[in-house]
């Protein structure tokens, strides 16, 4: 079920003939959808589950350094993004970033040898955490500073609209950064020059630990883009099949129409900002709200209520995606860390004159 | 005298403020409820309200922007920015804005204002969290810079920066929150703006720092004095106004210097210092002067990498030895 937010003045009609369920006045229902598709989107939510508890527990064992935001509790709201995104479309997110980066495509072993901070990472072993980074995928990069990726986000729309492709952008970030100048800037600009954009928040409710009416003078955040005639939708985060039509709706729309939109899907983040925080500014009704919306228990007995998943498939499915996290971490665990002879490898890609290569004991002018 | 930490020094200085002054208040992102992405703010939610301790939207231009106009009528607000990295955000209304305002309206108005913030690498932060740009602060006539290395000195220029009619960057560090030091109870101490420090006396050599880099100094001089070397530690305390005169007067005495930074080599502090050097003390250096900075690069997540190109203890150490050794000194 979605809300959605229409610009005043400006909005065109809305055709919705042949386009999935998402302009229903229900929620999807999954007595409509194949029992094979609703397994694979189990498979892989429990993957990111079970990746990022891999990871908080390497992060922990101090395999893992740096800032390390996790996934947990978005599992669905990722997955029904990127179930709308084509191969050819280009993604954007935040720090929070490594269920996308499995989502759109990326191996999970690259993502943890990432994390590990390997060579065979997926951004070398330079990016960590936050850092995600693959062209291959057209995952363009999770990026630590708030707000950072917006403008990039709507700069590569402008490259798609430039050359007249059909690709679309998603740029994700967290309802804190509704806040920042940048977001106000890009919807702004992407609206201005039509572009092929679409903006997803997952809304949360807190940023670090200030909750959204503390920090939005407009909370329903989906409405926020109505100030550029931006028309916006809010969305079930923990609910697949409805993150997976909106997000469809809009994507596609955002390709035949060359024009932004913004998405909102309400989403808990079960555990603290960042692995280290203990999260004691949350009251026990609010972690208890949390756990209680676990999208990947309430999909499960969603599945088995369905007689769609059984006994023995839950246990398969179990088996298979245990295996292949500790097949990540194994890979990690055995890959190389990057000679310290690359450390100048990356500051320049066209390489030039007198560029500094010094160490920090070497003196300025070598004998 | 009381053994504290630096976070626990910078704290209760801030309450102690707060209490002495209803025109200081504080705000920044994350600084009540969450008490602090480092904690520097913890229970002042509680003790003062929030009328004082305003948790901002993650806006730090339209924060720090409003910091300064509180500040055009009086109040004395302390902003927090949750790292050095983000003030970039707001660097606008830091450089144009609160730099200007006393100088481009003719002295009518001035900013009486704190920006607290932390610097800091070794964390593994990555390329966008682990710069150190304080010399961007450094180079602005109209603000002020201090960079304090100790919980002493933190408590007392803390002190300073609030009472003080202009802004200033007040620059902390993530590896220094929990270093601890003698601070006397009771401490009512408010430090000269200004003024660096010979915090070690020595003979042979003059080793320069601030921040972090200043305790790292000292830790070069006690490993050195060991070897039989004399190291003298200045500690720059403030980046602007700079203290020429404390450097200088050091040089002419140890004949040669080494300054460690945590910002890049090129364009860096370090730089200034080594030009002020050559000009104030240039008959008396028997070597030039060597700086030792990160390695020039976006800063990698992998841990190799990134102990690779940062300063340490050790190459600090290789800095100073050389520099001796080309004067014609034992080194030990
Ligand atoms: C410009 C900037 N300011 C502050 C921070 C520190 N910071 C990191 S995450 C975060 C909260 C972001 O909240 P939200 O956008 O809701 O995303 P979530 O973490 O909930 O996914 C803050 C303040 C930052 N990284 N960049």
Redesign the pocket.
Known sequence: MADTAKPKGGGTARSTGGRRRSRKDTAPNIADEQPKTLLDYYRQMLLIRRFEERTAQAYTQARIGGYC?LNLGEEATIVGLMTALQERDYLFT???EHGYAIGKGISPRSVMAELYGRSTGVSKGWGGSMHMFDTQTRMLGGY????GQLPLATGAALAISYRGGDEVVMCQ?????TN?GAFHESLNIAALWNLPIVFVV?N?F???GTTVEKSSAEPELYKRGSSYRMEGVRVDGQDVLAVRDAATDLVERARAEQKPFLLEAISY?MKG?SVVDPAKYRTAEQAEEAKANDPVLAFERQLEEAGILTEEIKQEIADSVRDEVTDAADFAENSPHPEVSTLFDYTYATPVPNESRRMPADPVFAE | MSVITYRQALRDTLRAEMHRDENVFLLG??IGVFEGSYKITEGLLKEFGERRVRDTP?A?EGFVGAAIGAAMLGLRPVVEI?TIN?SL?AIDQIINHAAKIYGMFGGQTSVPMVIRTPGGGGQQLGATHSQNIELFYSFIPGLKVLAPSTPAEAASMLRAAIRDDDPVLFLENLGLYNTKGEVPDGDESVAEIGRAAVTREGTDITLIGYSRMAMVAGQVAEKLAAEGISVEVVDLRSLRPLDRDTIVESVRKTGCAVVAEDDWLTYGIGAEIAASIQEGAFDYLDAPVRRVAMAEVPMPYAKPLETAALPSIDSITTAVKETLSAVGRRVG
């Open positions: 935001h935040n720090y929070r630590g500073i708030v707000g970030m967290g309802d804190g950064t920042i997952v949360n807190t940023g670090m983040r900002h | 992102e994350e993650i730090e949750m983000f955000i």
